[in-house]
């Protein structure tokens, strides 16, 4: 089974600090994303990457930053947090295909910015 | 306009009974692909099924179907005997052409199995 391991369910930081949510998938896939989820908004796509080195911004990346060192790590970072980007994080990775393969999630990560 | 629509904000079924949750999908790309997750309330998002916009039959996956709909653009979820383990949010998710890149999710269903 596909595994998709983020870093932490809950983190508490505060204004201004920067933060890092980490993502590890062991199922060697080439495409990793980034979401965030609040109520009546659903998922919204923050970066993707589909390959070592590179990522794509997604709908609404402002105020984040990501980074993909190896394969199976996929980092976002809030330069500098705001209580605006309290909300759940996803993580998600996918094999590369003809658009048929589907996303496994990690567990989320629900942080708040006090 | 929104791609993917789910009319339901919530429902409830009781045990044992099937259950179709709606979603109506606007794209004008012939080649798409459609996706059900479950959300239980602990966070994970769970894979259900899949539908390619060429797939000539419903796709099944256990007491999962989908009800593709090509020219209504439906994709309507059916859960057979449904479980008090089905309670959870449901999101149908559309893919627009043959990439890997993101999936746009509709806002959700909140389904509730009643005892």
């Known amino acids: 089974d596909v595994k998709v391991t983020q870093s932490s369910r809950y983190l508490v930081k505060r204004t201004g600090e920067k933060v890092f949510l980490e993502c590890v998938q062991d199922m060697d896939h080439e495409n990793m994303f980034w979401y965030r989820q609040d109520p009546g908004l659903g998922l919204r796509l923050i970066y993707f990457s589909y390959d070592v080195k590179m990522k794509e911004k997604g709908d609404i990346p402002e105020g984040y930053s990501v980074s993909r060192e190896k394969k199976e790590r996929f980092s976002l970072i809030l330069e500098s947090a705001s209580t605006n980007q309290t909300s759940m994080y996803l993580c998600?990775?996918?094999?590369?295909?003809?658009?048929?393969?589907?996303?496994?999630f990690g567990d989320g990560t629900r942080l708040s910015i006090l | 306009a929104q791609k993917i629509t789910q009319t339901q904000p919530g429902m409830f079924v009781q045990e044992k009974e099937a259950v179709t949750l709606d979603c109506t999908y606007d794209?004008?790309?012939?080649?798409?692909?459609l996706f059900w997750y479950k959300q239980p309330s602990s966070g994970e998002m769970i894979f259900l099924i899949y539908?390619?916009?060429?797939?000539?039959q419903n796709a099944t996956e256990g007491r999962y179907s989908l009800n593709f709909q090509k020219a209504r653009k439906s994709a309507n979820l059916v859960i057979s005997a449904s479980q008090l383990g089905d309670s959870a949010m449901y999101f149908c998710?559309?893919?627009?052409?043959?990439?890997?890149?993101?999936?746009?999710f509709g806002k959700g269903t909140r389904l509730h199995i009643l005892p």
């Open positions: 539908q390619g916009s060429y797939d000539q």
């Open positions: 998600a990775s996918s094999l590369s295909g003809n658009g048929n393969q589907p996303q496994h």
């Open positions: 998710a559309m893919r627009e052409g043959g990439r890997d890149d993101k999936i746009i």
């Open positions: 794209t004008s790309d012939p080649s798409y692909g």
